[in-house]
């Protein structure tokens, strides 16, 4: 692990805001519910941060965003790829494998190849 990736560490025990939170999914122009939903959060959220495996998860999805639109072009084009099965992640769609890290990570390999040039 780099020395940024400890950087990230006192960020995810502490919990990303809500703010925060907003932002990203304001800027993926995703589905609240949907975001919830990968989140574990259930109702109206009426706490200031998240707590650590919550950050952890909204981590690894905001780098994997962030890979998507520098790989495809835009979060739009990445959103696309996501909602349809691939070969690569075992015939079924990213938006499937969101819901955990392990996913996420198989998601970011994928996307990876592709930003190498390889088949995916």
Same mark, same amino acid.
Do not use: C
């Given at each position: 692990?780099?020395?940024?990736?400890?950087? /990230?560490?006192?960020? /995810? #025990?502490? +919990?990303?805001?809500?703010?925060?939170?907003?932002?990203? #999914?304001?800027?993926?122009?995703?589905?609240?519910? &949907?975001?919830? %939903?990968?989140?574990?959060?259930?109702?109206? /959220? =009426?706490? &200031?941060?998240?707590?650590?495996?919550?950050? *952890?998860? !909204?981590?690894?999805?905001? &780098?994997?965003?962030?890979?998507?639109? %520098?790989?495809?072009?835009?979060? &739009?084009?990445?959103?696309?790829?996501?909602?349809?099965?691939?070969?690569?992640?075992? =015939?079924?769609?990213?938006?499937?494998?969101?819901?955990?890290?392990? +996913?996420?990570? !198989?998601?970011?390999?994928? *996307?990876?190849?592709?930003?190498?040039?390889?088949?995916?």
């Amino acid at each position: 692990m780099t020395s940024e990736g400890f950087a /990230v560490l006192p960020i /995810v #025990h502490s +919990g990303i805001s809500i703010k925060s939170l907003k932002l990203f #999914h304001q800027t993926i122009r995703g589905d609240w519910k &949907e975001l919830s %939903l990968l989140l574990g959060l259930t109702g109206p /959220v =009426n706490k &200031e941060a998240l707590n650590a495996q919550q950050s *952890v998860h !909204l981590w690894a999805l905001a &780098e994997l965003y962030w890979l998507g639109e %520098l790989t495809f072009g835009s979060i &739009e084009k990445f959103r696309r790829w996501l909602s349809k099965p691939k070969r690569v992640l075992n =015939n079924q769609s990213g938006k499937e494998l969101l819901l955990t890290t392990y +996913g996420i990570g !198989l998601i970011s390999q994928a *996307v990876g190849r592709i930003a190498h040039g390889i088949a995916a």
